[in-house]
């Protein structure tokens, strides 16, 4: 069954320092991969996804994030975070085969300090 | 404006009296799908549904009903809501599982 880990529930960074969320995921074939953000009190908005191809994907605000299959990692990344970055980060697998569920990691809640 | 409008934004009920909450997209997605969004647990997926007449189980159904008559509207139905369901509550579409999400603004629901 597919499945999505995000190991870190917390992260704390200073502001203009770089960042790295993880997420791990389990899945038979090649999987979507997304990344959502969610602000305080909104919904969940699309930061980047990977389907195939190139395997170091750009998305908005600065994020990109790397697809390693031999790790089964899809790790989020940007060099130098903004405050207005703080938020809940979601890892997110979809399937398009068998079961055609979409899976949500746990969440890592980012914290900027000024 | 493309977007995913859920009603109510807020709910406080009772135990075991039915409710609905509503959902509507104006995008011609296929893909809908409704999330239990916990403390410590993420978004888990309750339904989903793969185009108009066609539902499916995700991974916390129970005590949950859904229904896609037209293709823009995907109603999450509690038939006898549990204080267990309280919960914020996300339904999203999106043209196929492949594709990016379209998220509604969310219904807090609370459960006496």
């Known amino acids: 069954a597919q499945s999505v880990t995000q190991p870190d529930i917390h992260i704390t960074v200073s502001e203009g320092a770089s960042l790295e969320l993880r997420c791990n995921y389990s899945y038979g074939a090649t999987p979507y991969l997304f990344w959502y953000v969610q602000s305080p009190g909104q919904g969940l908005q699309l930061l980047l996804k990977?389907?195939?191809?190139?395997?170091l994907v750009q998305g908005i605000k600065g994020f990109e994030a790397e697809f390693k299959r031999s790790q089964s990692s899809f790790n989020l990344r940007k060099p130098s975070v903004h405050w207005s970055d703080a938020a809940e980060y979601f890892c997110?697998?979809?399937?398009?085969?068998?079961?055609?569920?979409?899976?949500f990691g746990t969440g890592t809640r980012l914290k900027v300090l000024a | 404006e493309a977007q995913v409008t859920q009603n109510p934004r807020y709910l406080i009920t009772v135990t075991g009296k039915k409710l609905t909450v509503t959902c509507s997209q104006n995008m011609n997605h296929e893909y809908m799908s409704w999330y239990r969004q916990d403390p410590g647990l993420g978004l888990r997926q309750i339904y989903y549904s793969m185009n108009v007449e066609v539902t499916d189980k995700g991974d916390v159904p129970e005590g949950y009903k859904v229904s896609r008559k037209e293709k823009r509207n995907f109603p999450l139905i509690l038939e006898s809501p549990s204080p267990n369901q309280t919960s914020l509550y996300f339904c999203?579409?999106?043209?196929?599982?492949?594709?990016?999400?379209?998220f509604g603004q969310g219904t807090r629901l609370t459960v006496v």
């Open positions: 990977y389907f195939s191809g190139d395997t």
């Open positions: 999203a579409s999106s043209f196929q599982v492949s594709t990016e999400a379209f």
């Open positions: 997110a697998v979809g399937a398009d085969s068998g079961t055609y569920k979409y899976i």
